[in-house]
């Protein structure tokens, strides 16, 4: 991979309105705040509230000096005009997204997005939960994007899921510069450290871990939280870090994780993500954690 991955990105979920709504001024002061605490890498998607967090993104990046920062989105899904249910982001429910891993697909949405956006290139293309096309994504989407690194179009180029299976499957069969691994090595869930990290630090592909603090299970956990949150946050208690701390640094020590990726609806909760992964921790409660 030609590019440098930061520590630390800031995810555009939340600007797409993920789980509720958030204002257009509010998405900007997200990321206006994130980059004036040194954020240099942002990742957005097209199905993240369905274009929405795509033309947030772009906005508040514009007029920002493009050779300073890291841009990442997706593809596999194009939004369409029309009734289709907004899920999981509070938007309008006048456009869907379609499944679509053809090269021709992937094609429109590399230029979509980027209309989207309002910015000349992205630097990293990501294949998105292509968990049920698999056939297709490996014979058509990753082609295409291949294509696309050799012409200089990206830099660098991927998959970004929810699973390490096919993750693995894909650093195996293809030749990614990078992975984006979504709910998988977490504090709460390890599955990727069975065989996904290990191949990645042996094929030399740096894993960027997101999806780290389960819809703030691992920052307040709820009164009906899990046995094994309330074991996670007691640990962290008697060794004075905060849960969002560990949370947040955990698959940093794994040598194949390169970045994290936090997300956020305001601004104040940019400004404590990054000061809990500056927090120390101390072997201790790694130790406890490991049990």
Known sequence: MTLALPRVGLGGGPLGNYLHPISDEQAEAVVDTAWQAGVR???????????????????ALRGR????YVLSTKVGRLVR???????????SDDRHVEWDFTRDGVLRSVE?????????????????????HWPQA????????????SQGVVRAIGVGMNQPRMLADFV????PDVLLAANQCTLLRRSAFDELLPLC??????????????RGDLVTPPPDASPEVKRIAQACDEHGVPLTAAALQFPLRHPAVHSVLVGAHEPAQVTSDLRALEHPVPDGLWAALDR
């Not at 000096?65 to 300073?68: F, L, N």
Request: charged letters at 25%.
């Open 41 to 59: 890498y942002f990742d957005t998607a097209p199905f993240y509230g369905l274009g929405l967090s795509e033309q947030r993104m772009g906005r």
């Open 65 to 68: 000096p493009r050779a300073e």
């Open 81 to 91: 005009p029309g009734p289709g249910g907004p899920g999981i982001f509070a938007v």
């Open 112 to 132: 979509e997005s980027l209309a989207r956006l309002g910015l000349d290139r992205v630097d990293i293309l990501l294949v998105h939960d292509p968990d049920r």
């Open 138 to 149: 490996l014979d058509e989407a990753y082609p295409a994007l291949a294509d696309l690194r």
């Open 172 to 175: 195996r069969h293809a030749d």
């Open 201 to 214: 630090r042996e094929r030399a592909v740096p894993v960027v871990a997101a999806g780290l603090l389960h």
